[in-house]
């Protein structure tokens, strides 16, 4: 199995000197002091202004803004199902049941905003975007977009088509083959 997301952060950590020329205690001096607090903006500062790769920006700028941010409760997925998103909590759980049975090496790895559903590496996602609607994002690169399985667009670049549900009966075969598609993939 690869290695997990921490691993890998960690890797990327070790080799900031040896790639950047400066530590992750030096860059986060930079950080810092830019007064910059918005994730996009020290990501572009961090490219435009000292050269640095995407993978190292976006790094760097999670570990500044990550600082002293404590998680408010460890129940992530209860967080993103409160308030007026709790209806859509049925839609998710049909979700999981259904990812569940793909096999034993299945990571559900639940984020701020989304859930990861992991193997290998990342093969989909599940985010209750609106009140109304849980998008799910899937890796199924060369597939061709339909109508309901769209390019994922500007939704999220971590994956390459999004199927919009509003109800647990959108969980269906087709949408359940597909998530095993890119399960199998990944």
């Known amino acids: 199995m690869g290695k997990s997301p921490e691993e890998m952060a960690q890797s990327m ?67 993103q199902y409160s308030g007026p998103k709790a209806d859509l909590k049925p839609i998710y759980d049909a979700l999981v049941m259904e990812v569940s049975k793909f096999g034993g090496d299945l990571e559900i790895s639940p984020k701020k905003a989304y859930v990861s559903l992991r193997r290998n590496k990342q093969f989909g996602l599940i985010q209750p975007s609106t009140k109304t609607r849980v998008d799910v994002g899937i890796n199924l690169k060369g597939v061709e977009p339909t109508e309901r399985l769209e390019a994922s667009g500007s939704f999220n670049a971590m994956v390459s088509h999004r199927v919009r549900l509003s109800d647990a009966s959108d969980v269906d075969a087709d949408l359940i083959a597909w998530l095993r598609q890119a399960y199998d993939a990944s």
């Open 13 to 79: 950590i070790d080799n900031l000197p040896e790639k950047t020329g400066k530590s992750l205690e030096e860059w986060l001096k930079i950080t810092r002091a830019s007064g910059l607090d918005k994730h996009g903006q020290i990501v572009k500062m961090l490219k435009a202004d000292h050269g640095m790769t995407h993978g190292y920006a976006n790094l760097v700028t999670m570990k500044t803004l990550a600082e002293g941010a404590e998680p408010e409760s460890d129940d992530l997925v209860g967080i």
